[in-house]
């Protein structure tokens, strides 16, 4: 048994969707800082090459590819540039996601269903079923499928998205039970109320805010540079026997709900 276990990424190369910014761009500048080569993605270009100069300009090596999660062939050339680049592809993070529908379930229409489930699950899928033949050919890796506590409660107004992150909690589960047997460990982590860009509908409302975090015995929204411990647990040779998980990582929202003394 080694009684301290490697958070080290030296050698790893890392594809993390979403990356522009938010959580997705602290999880890349993270693993670089680890040293990890990191491939950035995200639908558009913009934005992308900013922060893949800034990790180079701080010694990490980046790389900046446009890729839509629900374009099979733009994710095979993402995989395809990965490996030439840098050899292979060790470490997914399934982060990108949307969410077009504000408001009562049954209000959604069928075009906004299907790009939340297109996206959010979906795209998962296809970037898993381009990386793991790279994964098994390097003798194993790690998939993390970022999901959300709406996954694991419904939340407010955002029903076919609480949905879509509940569908993602079942594919880690799936996935991960195929592809124990082949060193591939997969996990999911499950945000709370994340202070971004993607959540500003949110927090940029006075009201809304002040009701979310009332429900959050932190009294706050998280920031996105608090995820990335657990990402890089995960990430890393530390969690060789996690596989299958989901962690919860929202300032005790989903158990603190309740009367407030």
């Not at 499950?190 to 932190?218: C, E, R």
Request: hydrophobic share 45%; charged share 15%; proline share 4%.
């Amino acid at each position: 048994m080694n009684p301290n276990p490697s958070f080290d990424l030296t050698g790893k190369t890392a594809i993390i969707t979403g990356a522009s910014r938010g959580i997705g761009e602290a999880i890349a500048r993270a693993y670089a800082g680890a040293g990890a080569c990191v491939v950035l993605s995200s639908r558009k270009l913009e934005g992308l090459e900013e922060v893949a100069a800034s990790i180079r300009a701080a010694g990490g090596q980046a790389l900046a590819i446009a890729a839509h999660t629900g374009d099979s062939e733009a994710i095979a050339n993402l995989v395809a540039t990965a490996t030439r680049e840098f050899g292979g592809v060790d470490i997914l993070v399934n982060n990108a996601a949307t969410n077009p529908h504000f408001g009562p379930l049954l209000a959604a229409d069928e075009g906004q269903w299907d790009k939340i489930l297109d996206v959010n699950v979906k795209g998962y899928f296809r970037l898993v079923r381009a990386c793991v033949p790279e994964m098994r050919r390097r003798g194993g890796g790690k998939i993390i499928n970022m999901a959300s506590v709406a996954g694991l409660k419904p939340q407010p107004m955002m029903g076919v998205y609480s949905v879509s992150k509940a569908a993602v909690l079942m594919l880690t589960q799936a996935l991960a039970m195929e592809l124990a047997g082949e060193n591939v460990q997969v996990n999911a982590i499950a945000p709370g109320f994340v202070k971004t860009k993607f959540s500003s509908a949110l927090w940029a409302n006075q009201s809304f805010h002040d009701a979310i975090v009332k429900t959050v015995p932190q009294q706050r929204m998280a920031d996105a540079g608090e995820i990335i411990g657990i990402a890089l647990y995960l990430a890393s040779p530390a969690s060789s026997f996690t596989t299958g998980a989901v962690f919860v990582v929202d300032g005790g929202q989903l158990v603190g709900h309740g009367i407030q003394l």
